[in-house]
Structure formats: C-alpha cells, structure tokens
C-alpha cells in the first residue's frame, strides 16, 4: 500500500531540475516505502490503526510522505551518489558538496528514522529549580502579606 505519490514527490521539487518520468519516481517510492518498512517495522500498523481514526490523532501519515519525499529527492538530486563536485576554468571555479554519510542513497537518517519511530530527541536542555517553593528566592514562592 503506497503512502507516497509521485505528485507529492514533484509537489515538494525545489528548483528547476525536477524528474519528468512519474513512473520512475513510483519505483522509487515504492523502494522508499520497503525501506521505511524494513528499518520501523510497526510503522504499517500504526498508519493502518491512524487510518481508522476520523479525525486522525497524530499526522503519522504526513510524516512518513515527508520522509519518503526526502529520500526520493536525495537519489533524483544525486543519482551517481557523488560526495564532493568541483569544476574550474580559468579563474573561475565552482563547488559543491552533498551532505550526509550516504549521498545520492535511497537511505534514511537518524532524524528521519526517529520521526517514524515517534522518538523523541534526546538531549534537549532543561533546568532543575534546586531552590524550595517555600524559599522566598524560589520562583512559586508565594508572598504572605502581598
């Protein structure tokens, strides 16, 4: 069952060098989508229970699109999976280098994969009040005569 078409994949293109065969982007979604299958296993389950849902408690489905659109977009951007470019002439020169541990793959990364397993990122910054609420330095302190 496809999440993703190719519409979504075009709808998504930045730039003026979009692909033009729609029956080639679907083969590389429906790769996209096994690949997702593969690496989050539960992942059909929870579409398919979301799918029940009227309306829809998470946006499980959109999320997965995006990430299938953004693996698709990696290979179309990339076919020859080509980590670093450079062209010269004369005094002028251009370069370019694709990002990522697998340029031009049809791979997820770490983020991507955390978003369809509804992971949570770690590491995030947060505070601990070590001051007591009844410490008038505390920020819950109440004031009794205010």
Do not use: C, H
């Not at 020859?80 to 020169?93: A, H, L």
Request: hydrophobic share 40%; charged share 25%.
């Amino acid at each position: 069952m496809a999440w993703t078409t190719a519409e979504d994949v075009l709808g998504a293109w930045i730039g003026d060098d979009a692909p033009t065969d729609p029956v080639l982007i679907g083969k590389w979604i429906g790769k996209a989508e096994r690949e997702a299958r593969f690496r989050v296993p539960d992942l059909q389950a929870r579409l398919d229970a979301e799918a029940e849902l009227d309306p829809p408690v998470t946006d499980l489905l959109d999320t997965a699109k995006d990430v299938i659109v953004a693996m698709v977009t990696r290979v179309f951007r990339n076919p020859e999976g080509i980590r670093q470019t450079s062209i010269g002439e004369g005094p002028f020169s251009e370069s370019r280098t694709y990002g990522g541990n697998t340029p031009g793959e049809l791979a997820m990364t770490d983020d991507e994969m955390d978003k369809l397993r509804g992971v949570v990122a770690e590491g995030q910054a947060f505070t601990i009040d070590m001051i007591p609420a009844t410490s008038p330095f505390s920020s819950s302190y109440v004031w009794p005569y205010a």
